[in-house]
């Protein structure tokens, strides 16, 4: 870019952004999201509950694998007999958007957000809460999809109130949830 | 330069400046918009990929699963997707053109390479295209071991920011142009008065006072229009009051001169033999002659005053005594003609500053109006009081009294309630002036068959104060 266009750029960077307030206005592609029913969240039901206490415009995720819809994913990862629960969700941030898993759990009736991991890629391929190891507890196993590239399956489990990770690999067709 | 064109351009300065400012700031925003976002999107595609080559994939050789990524990395981007060994060699490119060339000449592939983002912006030396690349470096442990590189053409980024600037250029004339036509409409409406009144003014001074301007719009121009005619009016009105002095003055200075003249034709004829006669002859010759003298002064005061050339001789004044010697003067006429003439004063009155011949001459007038229209038996009652550092003088008749229109010119000079009545019209103009010059007020009301009231009122400290 020639010097003397550079001044102009910076000036209107600099009206842009503070007419943006903070940043460049978002793009129309940004814009797109799911109508979130107000009066909804007002029903007693477990998703709605989860849902409120993701940040406010995140955009659940389901996975490709499981057609059925399946936005959340229960099983019991404490052994502790009640079951833990998993969204995967689609946040926006300043550079672009974030996936994230968060991971939730029943105390006195109430959920609470307990942890989260970051994900990759473009999307989710695959969520399952099932007990890998054997050790009768849940393991919460994350297939992250990079499309044609293949796949990138992680897998946790729940140790000294964290979510520790297991193993992570790459597959292409079906997740192979062994640990070696 | 005319009105409407002044009117018009600079209509059309502000319009042209505001929208040049405009235009600037959209389009520089529009290119921003479009350039910046590519960038973003391209350079998230980047990141992406390169976070998840990371977690998943860094184990295995880059060249050997190269295909592979490629079509990962592709997956969601209509954008050309190369990948570069850190060499700077081409491995894989989403468009087909694996000839193994080098990347290094492109400065985001040398950024990338030693491990930073880079872009670049500029012609693509294959296609002699605008492009924009962006270029992600691959690590795998901590390691660069390659980069990703997202280029896009600008081609149709170009052509569609070309369109919309084109868009915002019509519509910036469009605008102009629609302000143009209304400035020259709403220019227009304020030319044609001025145009009107131009006229008006041009015909009032070749002398014709007949006009009538007409009245566009009730706006400053519209009240202006107004008073013109207001002001070709009060012309014709004083022209007309002019005419009739001069007819009234001229027959006022006929009447003691043919009666002047007749007695010196009669003198000569016959008055040598008879005393009497003669001495009767020289008497009205000498009160007729009195007479015009008067009615000079009072023309030349007038006058005088008029140009404002008259200078008041200001020394302390006795009202109590100047009142006293006017009754004095006046009471034989109020006598001869039946009328009873009363001076009243509330207190001690001060001393004023003012010219005593001046004040003299004022009230002289007033009693002498009010005798002129008063009829037997009638009161002149002449009151003298002091009021808020101020001595107020008011001269009562119970006389014919003045209608409500006419009130209202009593003060202009010329007038005369009757034209064909004794005088010059000029005694209360003269009055009037002679007050003001004092710093005072004269003020008449009058109710028809009740009487007049004349009201003077001088300042105690005289005018300089």
């Known amino acids: 870019m020639p010097r003397k266009f550079k001044g102009i750029h910076i000036l209107s960077t600099t009206i842009i952004l503070l007419l943006g307030g903070c940043g460049v206005p978002s793009t129309p592609k940004d ?45 019991d990862m404490d052994g502790d007999g009640v079951d833990e629960a998993v969204i995967v969700y689609k946040e926006k941030n300043k550079t672009g958007k974030m996936l994230k898993a968060a991971l939730f759990t029943l105390h006195q009736e109430q959920w609470h957000k307990i942890s989260e991991v970051e994900g990759y890629g473009y999307g989710l391929d695959y969520v399952r809460m099932t007990d890998i190891d054997h050790d009768g507890r849940s393991e919460l196993a994350l297939g992250w999809s990079l499309g044609e590239a293949g796949n990138g399956l992680n897998i946790y489990s729940w140790r000294n109130d964290t979510l520790k990770l297991l193993s992570k690999k790459v597959y292409q067709e079906k997740p192979d949830l062994n640990l070696k | 330069m005319s009105i409407q064109k002044r009117l018009v351009g600079s209509y059309l300065v ?131 071991v390659g980069a990703v590189r997202f280029v896009t053409s600008l081609k149709a980024t170009i052509t569609t920011v070309n369109q919309i600037t084109v868009l915002l250029i019509g519509v910036g004339v469009l605008v102009i142009a629609i302000v143009t036509v209304l400035g020259l409409f709403l220019s227009g409406t304020i030319t044609k008065s001025i145009k009107d009144l131009k006229k008006a003014a041009d015909r009032m001074t070749d002398g014709d006072f007949s006009i009538h301007v007409h009245k566009r719009y009730r706006d400053e121009l519209g009240s202006l229009a107004d008073t013109f005619n207001m002001m070709a009016s009060r012309i014709v009105k004083s022209e007309k009051l002019k005419n009739d002095f001069i007819s009234s003055v001229s027959h006022e200075l006929r009447t003691p001169l043919t009666s002047i003249k007749g007695w010196v034709i009669t003198l000569k004829s016959n008055g ?57 003067q006046l009471a034989p006429r109020a006598a001869r003609q039946g009328i009873a003439l009363d001076l009243e004063a509330d207190g001690i009155l001060p001393v004023i500053q003012a010219d005593e011949n001046r004040l003299k001459q004022v009230l002289i007038n007033l009693i002498d109006n009010s005798l002129k229209f008063t009829d037997t038996p009638g009161r002149i009652t002449v009151h003298a009081t002091t009021k808020q550092k101020h001595v107020v003088i008011t001269v009562t008749d119970t006389g014919s009294g003045i209608s409500e229109e006419k009130l209202a010119n009593v003060l202009q000079k010329f007038y005369k309630e009757d034209p064909h009545a004794p005088g010059s019209g000029l005694g209360l103009a003269i009055s009037d002036q002679i007050v003001k010059l004092h710093h005072g007020e004269l003020r008449i009301s009058s109710k028809i068959d009740i009487g007049t009231k004349v009201q003077i009122s001088l300042p105690i400290e005289g005018p300089e104060f």
């Open chain 2, 14 to 144: 502000v319009i042209t400046l505001t929208v040049l400012i405009l235009e600037v700031f959209l389009i520089l925003s529009v290119r921003y918009y479009y350039f910046h976002n590519i960038e973003r999107v391209l350079m998230n595609q980047a990141e992406l990929s390169a976070s998840f080559f990371e977690q998943y994939f860094a184990e295995e050789d880059l060249e050997q699963q190269s295909e592979r990524l490629l079509q990962g990395f592709a997956y969601h981007s209509d954008a050309q997707v190369q990948i570069i060994h850190p060499s700077g060699r081409l491995l894989q490119d989403s468009t087909g053109f694996s000839s193994r060339i080098t990347m290094t000449q492109y400065a985001d592939v040398q950024s990338a390479i030693s491990g930073e983002p880079g872009t670049w912006r500029g012609k693509d030396s294959l296609t002699q295209e605008a492009v924009l690349s962006v270029s992600y470096p691959l690590e795998a442990h901590h390691v660069t």
């Open chain 2, 272 to 328: 040598a033999g008879n005393k009497e006669l003669f001495h009767e002859g020289l008497e009205i010759i000498e009160s007729e002659s009195d007479r015009l003298g008067r009615m000079l002064n009072e023309l030349l005061d007038f006058s005088k005053l008029d140009s404002g050339r008259i200078a008041l001789h200001i020394a302390p004044v006795n009202v109590t005594e100047l009142l006293n010697h006017i009754g004095r």
């Open chain 1, 31 to 75: 814009l797109i999201e799911p109508p979130v029913p107000e009066t909804s969240l007002q029903t007693g039901n477990i998703s709605q509950d989860l849902i409120k206490l993701l940040p406010q415009k995140a955009q659940i995720l389901s996975p490709v694998q499981e057609k059925a819809g399946n936005d959340i994913s229960f099983g």
